[in-house]
């Protein structure tokens, strides 16, 4: 139990346009999706907090309007680069919290962006 | 604020010897603490975790912790690495509000010689 699955698992895409990632609960109900970007050998940094039904939360730094988050239920959670440049390329992870527990976060296998 | 700090980037141990993964903590409070495990090409996956109940916490594939408050450590031991343990490893505190953000290490390369 307690998958979460990111879609795709990689993208690659030219310079200005758009990329949009999925990150579903496939066996859970999840009231707390989190977006991470992880640079080569870097650890994973928190970019915002996606609650259902609300606007997201963002970390500081992190520019909303590039990165849109919608949390439209509570199995799916969705990241959109906007206008992606190459600076935008990383990996990035989405973890799902069981609306039932606070303390345990259930990672997604992460999604590699390519900005040519 | 809450952070958290792996002593060591790289450690390198052979097969069937002692690994020792380092993990200090700095929390204003009784804080929640955890290990992840990163393999290449897959999501992280929860090795164990403390929440203020046994001091000493064992995780799965034979794994385990202790939460040391009085040197704010948490370090992450296995009696004999197999080779499949060779993985990124991060320390993790939960912040301190309720919307349980996690705080990342900058992780550990555990790298096993045959």
């Known amino acids: 139990g307690a998958v979460v699955s990111q879609h795709p698992s990689w993208v690659i895409c030219k310079s200005g346009t758009s990329v949009k990632i999925e990150c579903r609960s496939l066996?859970?109900?999840?009231?707390?999706m989190f977006w991470y970007r992880q640079f080569p050998k870097q650890s994973l940094m928190l970019m915002a907090t996606?609650?259902?039904?609300?606007?997201?939360?963002?970390e500081q730094g992190v520019e909303k309007d590039k990165f849109l988050i919608n949390h439209a239920s509570l199995t799916l959670s969705t990241l959109t680069v906007t206008s992606a440049h190459p600076e935008d390329s990383s990996f990035y992870i989405c973890?799902?919290?069981?609306?039932?527990?606070?303390?345990?976060?259930?990672f997604g296998p992460g999604t590699r962006l390519l900005v040519l | 604020a809450q952070s958290v700090t792996q002593l060591d980037s790289h450690v390198s141990v052979s097969e069937g010897t002692p690994v020792l993964l380092r993990c200090n903590y700095s929390?204003?409070?009784?804080?929640?603490l955890f290990w992840y495990v990163q393999h290449p090409n897959k999501g992280l996956q929860l090795l164990l975790k403390?929440?203020?109940?046994?001091?000493l916490v064992k995780g799965i594939n034979g794994f385990e912790a202790e939460f040391k408050k009085s040197e704010t450590s948490f370090h992450l031991t296995k009696p004999s690495a197999h080779m499949s343990d060779a993985a990124e490893y991060f320390c993790?505190?939960?912040?301190?509000?309720?919307?349980?953000?996690?705080?990342f290490g900058q992780g550990t390369t555990l790298q096993v010689k045959p």
């Open positions: 066996d859970f109900q999840a009231t707390t």
């Open positions: 929390s204003s409070y009784s804080p929640s």
């Open positions: 973890s799902a919290r069981d609306y039932r527990g606070l303390e345990t976060q259930y």
């Open positions: 403390y929440t203020s109940a046994a001091t």
């Open positions: 993790v505190v939960r912040g301190s509000s309720n919307t349980g953000k996690l705080i």
């Open positions: 996606s609650n259902e039904g609300s606007k997201a939360t963002y």
